[in-house]
């Protein structure tokens, strides 16, 4: 049901059907309230690092209906989206999809999008970290989309992304690492804090890249 769907909302949302390519169906299950839950598994298990600024929408979604077996009606579902992928599918069940709908039978009737914010527990354990930083330096660094990283058992906290899965990031001291994904000693460390930095970056991404290169 859920490729279906995304069959169906193609048009309205390309970069959700572009995302999907890039995901497996890992498992579903119930909840208490008759929503239906999905979790997915990457394909490629650097594409999430390297795409979550692109795929960071987070969403409710009515207008999409599916056909009642048994009444021949068509029944709203009620989508939420997170990141361009379903992660919830809310309609009424009586026994299962499967049983009580035909999953293959569905239509777009005025569809409605109703943005959501989704807290990013990550960014509060960064906000700790850069505590002693003006906010005009943070202004600078891309906060709000930090992901923690772990590499072997230290943790990482991104503040720049540096494209194709490689990013600028402090430690949990507030040393400045770059990481790099392929390479053979994957975090390194570049500034002693992020005042340091600052003295050679001023919002120019160019200027680091000679730290990639380390």
């Known amino acids: ?24 169906f890992s498992t579903a299950g119930q909840l208490a309230d008759k929503t239906i839950y999905i979790l997915h598994q990457s394909t490629d298990n650097l594409y999430y690092e390297r795409n979550r600024t692109k795929h960071k929408q987070h969403f409710f979604l009515t207008g999409v209906e599916v056909l009642d077996k048994h009444t021949g009606t068509y029944i709203p579902i009620k989508l939420t989206v997170s990141n ?11 026994k299962t999809l499967r049983s009580d709908y035909e999953l293959s039978h569905l239509r777009i009737n005025n569809l409605h999008k109703e943005d959501f914010i989704l807290k990013n527990t990550d960014e509060i354990k960064l906000k700790t970290i850069l505590s002693n930083i003006s906010d005009e330096q943070k202004n600078l660094l891309e906060t709000e989309n930090t992901i923690e990283i772990e590499l072997d058992e230290k943790y990482y906290y991104t503040i720049i992304d540096m494209e194709d899965g490689n990013y600028i990031a402090v430690n949990k001291r ?13 975090a390194k460390k570049i500034f002693q804090n992020v005042q340091k930095l600052m003295e050679v970056y001023a919002g120019d991404k ?7 290169e380390q």
């Open 206 to 212: 160019y200027e680091l890249q000679k730290y990639l």
């Open 174 to 186: 507030g040393n400045v690492f770059r990481l790099i994904h392929d390479h053979e000693e994957p």
């Open 84 to 94: 361009n992928l379903i992660q919830n599918i809310s309609l009424p069940l009586n």
């Open 1 to 24: 049901m859920e490729e279906n769907i995304v069959l169906l909302l193609a048009n309205a949302f390309p970069e959700m059907a572009e995302n999907y390519l890039h995901w497996t």
